[in-house]
Nanobody
């Protein structure tokens, strides 16, 4: 059974940094992709940063240049380094994982989320 557990959220002032972690267990193959998503109150969930099975990364325009996604295969951990945080980054951040089909990721598995709050 695949499990994803996030940590690292918290409260920070604008301009600050946070590093989120997501420990995964249960994947039995290497061809999986992962990503970070966020959802603010009364807003739709949006994708933030993604990494495919080959380590290629992509970012939402709103975070490009400020956030960095990385995957530590030895530790089965996905990380998101968030810098120059803005109040509009405030949201519940969740990691997701799934099978990499080449044309996309199915994101079949989700963690419970970790709250990030940025004050002005």
């Amino acid at each position: 059974q695949v499990q994803l557990v996030e940590s690292g959220g918290g409260s920070v002032q604008a301009g600050g940094s946070l590093r989120l972690s997501c420990v995964q267990s249960g994947f039995r193959h290497s061809g999986y992709c992962m990503g970070w998503f966020r959802q603010a109150p009364a807003k739709e969930r949006e994708g933030v940063a993604f990494i495919d099975s080959d380590g290629r990364t992509t970012y939402a325009d709103s975070v490009a240049g400020r956030f960095a996604i990385s995957k530590d295969n030895a530790a089965n951990t996905l990380r998101l380094l968030m810098t120059s945080l803005k109040p509009e980054d405030t949201a519940m951040y969740s990691c997701a994982a799934g099978r990499d089909y080449g044309s996309g990721c199915d994101y079949a598995y989700w963690g419970q989320g970790t709250q990030v709050t940025v004050s002005s």
